[in-house]
């Protein structure tokens, strides 16, 4: 049966990226919706769910990651790796269209430079190690680590072999994935304060559980977003995905066309 997780790949302009993104680890909080409406632009709105307990929540996730193979579509033979966090919360559109509102970025290579000088990203550059243990296709250990004036975090994760499923506050394991590994469109507020989007493609993920022994995330305790301490909403680890980036963001005043 299809579903919105098959959706095909768009065509890729000149200034597309493509990379492989390995030992992924997304941390997700459940954190206060009125809090993180103050930082969005009024055509979005959190995606708040109904935790089991009976709270509404938004959700907010720092993903981390090791780019293998960076390279833009223009210059294939030049590739850089690195290790990257995106701090992202989850947020519909007025008419109901998931997508993911962006903090901002980490990178541990001087290319950070490029999307900072070419479209005002957020990104910040932060010394950074990811070291992961899996077996037979399952992680068994997961940690990270970064330094840097924003974005330092440090973080222990413990695999399992339990499938995704479904997470608390979700319909069903499809619905978990639509809102946690599979949003395609992106939006974030420029370093001068526009707001800009952009879209990605992936083929879908097939996550397993793990679960939080230590974590402390900078950005997301400075924003007030998440209590020192506060233990997760979940912990998703994928081995290896291979990503699509339509580059350049596009400046808005609304939401990106279908």
Known sequence: MTTLLDTPPMPLGRLAALTTLEDIAIVTYDIDPARLARDLPAWLVPD????????????????????????????????????????????????????VWFHGSTLSSELVRVPRLLWRMPWSK??????????????????????????????????????????DGFADATDTALA????????????????????????????TRGRVLHARYDVLEDLGLVAPGQAAH?????????FHIHMPPSLLDGPLDD
């Open 48 to 99: 708040v769910v109904t935790l089991a307990d009976g709270r509404d929540r938004a959700l907010i996730s720092a993903v981390t990651f090791r780019d293998v193979d960076f390279r833009f579509r223009l210059a294939p033979f030049v590739k850089a790796g690195m290790v990257q966090t995106n701090y992202r919360a989850y947020v519909r559109t007025r008419d109901g269209r998931r997508a």
């Open 126 to 167: 932060a010394p950074a190690t990811v070291d992961a243990v899996w077996e037979a296709g399952r992680c068994r250990s997961w940690r990270a680590r970064a330094v840097g004036p924003w974005g330092g975090h440090e973080v222990t994760v413990e695999g399992t072999d339990e499938p995704m499923g479904t997470l």
């Open 180 to 207: 946690l590994t599979h949003p395609l469109a992106g939006y974030y507020r420029r370093l001068d304060g526009r707001v800009a989007g952009y879209r990605v493609w992936h083929a879908p993920m097939h996550p």
């Open 234 to 242: 979940s912990v998703l680890l994928e081995r290896r995905s291979d």
